[in-house]
């Protein structure tokens, strides 16, 4: 009995006509009756010749360039490299239109999309820019276009970090955000200084209650070079403990819904305070917070830079040892 030939099918979160080819997965177009004669096209063509992943020159959709970039970094990539590029690519692509080529591409495009997230910090819009502009860098290097057509494009510049938060500020702040789950967040990250993707992230497998740490082994931690510990405080393991209860499987902060908490959630619960606080926050703040703490408490620097996770003393000094405050 003859092979059934593949057709085309409708991929919605792509809103792009596709064909399976064997294992993979072939974008055809975002128009039907250019995506059916793309395929004819394709299916004419001896079997084993190698067809593109992605059209090339001006006309060839932004869609599919942007596509064809995070396929290059799923691969390439760190997984959190890879899902950071993917995350605010797929919020640019689903603000444009599907047909849109890199000869119609401009700035205002990408400054729109900012523009319309009255939620997302500086840091976010900046961040949400560059993964644009890089993507359309790498078809240029690739070669697939001629030349990038963002190369520069206005946006706000990443928000400082070296916020210092006092204790008698946290308790307050506490105060602000009653529920459980956000004040779980907050307490660990102030106590241990851990990164915002370590806490988003950490997992009851991770937990090592017998020596009150977490321990991401090397495929998980920031560089994938080095086994990243965590150490927890007496609030921090209680914390931990409860939760690795509830949560044997998967992650351990979770909001109310029972959701993992990731960066937007968290950046949106800062937002709705920032003119009762008179300032945004982030997390990265209380792990600046925490180092500071440390270091005027007398603590030695080596020590303050092993709970952070830094290899070298010198970026603790370089960062941490003059503590700023911002009002």
Not at 49 to 78: C, M, R
Not at 160 to 173: K, N, Q, Y
Request: hydrophobic share 40%; with cysteine.
């Amino acid at each position: 009995m003859p092979k059934k030939r593949p057709e085309p099918f409708w991929r919605a979160e792509r809103k792009c006509w596709f064909v399976q080819l064997g294992k993979r997965q072939v974008k055809l177009s975002p128009d039907e009756t250019e995506a059916w004669r793309l395929y004819n096209e394709l299916m004419a063509k001896p079997a084993g010749e190698p067809q593109p992943a992605v059209a090339t020159g001006p006309s060839a959709l932004v869609v599919e360039i942007l596509d064809a970039f995070l396929e290059w970094t799923k691969t390439n990539q760190a997984k959190k490299t890879y899902t950071w590029y993917r995350d605010h690519i797929q919020n640019f692509v689903a603000a444009i239109p599907a047909g849109l080529t890199v000869a119609e591409l401009k700035p205002y495009h990408i400054t729109r999309v900012m523009d319309s997230w009255n939620t997302w910090s500086a840091s976010t819009k900046n961040g949400f820019a560059r993964s644009v502009q890089r993507g359309m860098k790498w078809a240029e290097k690739q070669g697939i276009i001629g030349r990038t057509p963002v190369p520069q494009v206005e946006k706000p510049s990443p928000e400082s970090r070296d916020l210092v938060i006092t204790p008698a500020e946290f308790d307050d702040l506490l105060a602000r955000f009653p529920d459980q789950e956000f004040s779980d967040v907050l307490i660990t990250c102030w106590e241990s200084g851990c990164r915002p993707q370590e806490i988003m992230n950490v997992e009851a497998r991770h937990v090592d209650l017998a020596n009150d740490r977490w321990v991401f082994k090397v495929r998980e931690s920031k560089g994938k070079k080095f086994t990243r510990i965590v150490y927890l405080t007496g609030r921090a393991v209680e914390i931990t403990r409860r939760l690795a209860a509830q949560h044997p499987t998967g992650k351990l902060f979770r909001n109310a819904a029972g959701q993992p908490w990731d960066k937007d959630a968290i950046s949106r619960r800062f937002h709705r305070k920032k003119k009762a606080l008179g300032r945004k926050l982030c997390l990265y703040h209380f792990r600046h917070s925490f180092a500071t703490r440390m270091l005027l408490a007398g603590v030695d620097a080596i020590v303050v830079a092993m709970w952070l996770g830094h290899r070298d003393v010198s970026t603790l000094a370089k960062t941490y040892c003059e503590p700023t405050t911002h009002r």
